[in-house]
């Protein structure tokens, strides 16, 4: 997605801020720090105060750690964001965009201009249909979280949803290094159909050499495919070595289904996983229901006023009771009320994550759930993975280490949870290093602008740097040009003499030329000014309104004009005077218009009656101005449009017409 060198993913969390910081290598990626730091203030919306204790608590914790690394990935909890897959036809990318945009109006439950909506879009095959990840959030979470992320000093590259983070890091640990850069588009796929695969990536079990042409698309492209009702058992595939196997036609290649459980203090967050022939989010969803409700539970029903104590208690003495196994309680030591509150507290998780299950299992493609692997702060509630197998009869397991060697971990010392509390954190940081299923981001538009500018440095330098050679040989090659000049016209220096003599003379019959039609051009205007004063009095007639008469109009040969005027209205007047002024090709300026006095209210002969009377004083674009230049010759001794003098004598055509500008006599 990035393809950064370093990268640190901060998962932010009610209680706790997680920090994975991981690098890059050939292999795949090391971790080089996981940190995890309180937040010193109780659950609470994100106002300002805690804006800025978060912000300095992230800041503190990184020189605390030592950690330089600027490069961060963030996430927002996946119960603000809405989520829906869309099945949709082979088609143009142009196209496909417009089809997803009405979609995402249909679909999405608030204004589309107040969220901001990103998709993801899966190949399936060739011979299928795609997949597309639509997903939505509002504008405002996005920028408040944003103030947050500005005051961290850190350079968001992205900010992912936590759901999101959670399933591309158990992505990356469930597939080989190699595979997974394939289908990132990393690196060139191989065509070698001999491949030897493995147990643990049955993927390469069912590929056939094909040479059909696949649909092209930007973002990376995955397919699963399963029977329904098919189970699988966890743990076996990785553990078995590499071995050759026989090619198997694709409809039987086995796909596990795993659901990945992250489940922190306010919250949880479930992602199912098809990983099959390829990996894909089956799917996703977050409660806002977590460890928080068992503390406070514990808090008021043993009636503990220190809410850190209530915390201690149940990490300490809370058991979840898992039938037949009561007498575990003893030998843990383990206070029977706040054991009874944890198992409570436990059939509501697993009620939330049945509905789940079978909501997915009830949809088009939904296929039974493998198995289940929980992480996160609470997941290591004594015996909660035990209860949760015993109560659905899927196979649970706590993800405490890495299976993939691709990704190398430091030994985590806080706890034996090892790397539980760290999933989503790791999962950004893998987000940030280019190795993301998903590349679901809400950065704000122009952070995503600026990142893609500086990612063409590289390119924007090797432009640079051809650019330079260009010069470099351009300058050689003009060096030769400019000798071969210079002998060639010290070859034609005649020729350039001779040619710049026949051009001065020719700027002198241009100039004689000029002169002539000068005077043709004064004689037209010379003439009678009858035709410009008709086509003025015409445009007069146009523009005024019908309730306005005309009783007096005088014309000067300086082109100013005296209208006098009146009518019932001083409104009709108003909006003569606007008319002219509007016929800025006859109008030049309007020198007074004097409408609207009240003296000028008189009796009016023509219509018998009181009225409004007016004069305005306007100076038009004078006659000369609006005449054409005396036309040039057509040939020698030949003026358009008179004949030739060899011709008949025509008839003596009637006024103003041979001549330009000329006019029938003034009136």
Known sequence: MHNLRKCLGIDIGTTSIKIAELVAEKTGARVTKLHTVPVPLPPGPLDAQRIEIVSKTIRDALK?????????????????????????????????????????????????????????????????????????????????????????????????????????????DSTPFDRLCEELGLVKKKKDSKRQPSVAEPAAEGEQPSTKKKFSFKLPSFSFIKKKGQT????????????????????????????????????FDLAIA?????????????????????????????????????????????????????????????????SEFATTWADRLILDIRKSLDYYISQPDGVAVDAIWLSGGQAVQPNLAAYIEEKLGIAVEIKTHVENDALRVPVVEENQAGITNFCIALGLGLTGLGYGRITIDFLPRELKTLREFKKKNIELLLLTAGLGAMIAVSTQVGQRDVANMKRWLEQNQMKIQTAAQTKAKLDEARQKRDKVNAKF????????????????????QNVKPAEVLITSIQMKPDGEVTIECEAENLRSLLDFVKALKGQTEWVKDIINSNVGDPSRVRFSNFVGKQVQTGVITLLVHWKKTRLAPARQTLEPGLMYPTPPPATPAAPRPGPGVGVPGAAEPML
């Not at 990103?118 to 597309?132: A, K």
């Not at 806002?288 to 915390?311: C, H, K, M, V, Y």
């Not at 149940?314 to 309680?329: D, F, I, T, W, Y």
């Open 64 to 172: 605390e750690q030592k950690i330089t690394t600027k490069h961060a990935v963030f996430c927002i909890s996946g119960q603000n964001v809405f989520v829906r897959k869309v099945r949709l036809p082979r088609t143009t990318e142009e196209r496909l965009h417009r089809i997803i945009a009405y979609e995402a109006r249909q679909q999405i439950p608030f204004a589309l201009e107040n969220a901001l909506v990103e998709y993801q879009v899966f190949d399936l095959g060739p011979e299928s249909d795609l997949e597309v990840l639509l997903v939505a959030v509002k504008k405002d979470l996005v920028n408040e979280f944003m103030k947050l992320v500005n005051k961290t000093a850190l350079k968001p590259v992205a900010v992912s949803v936590s759901s999101f983070a959670l399933f591309n890091f158990h992505v990356f």
């Open 232 to 267: 699988a058992q966890t743990g076996e595939a990785e553990e078995l070595p590499e071995v050759a196997v026989e090619e198997v036609p694709e409809k039987e290649i086995f796909e596990e289904v795993r659901a990945f459980v992250n489940i922190g203090a306010q919250t």
């Open 274 to 338: 098809r990983l099959g022939k390829y990996r894909l989010l089956g799917f996703t969803r977050s409660v806002p229901w977590g460890g928080l409700e068992l503390t406070r539970s514990l808090q008021e029903r043993l009636g503990i006023e220190n809410f850190d104590e209530a915390e201690e208690i149940k990490r300490e003495k809370a058991v979840v009771v898992v039938p037949g196994r009561e007498n575990e309680l003893d030998e843990a030591g383990a206070d029977p009320d706040a």
């Open 521 to 540: 051009t004064a004689l037209g205007e010379a003439i009678g000014d009858r035709g410009f004063w008709l086509e003025f009095l015409g445009m007069l």
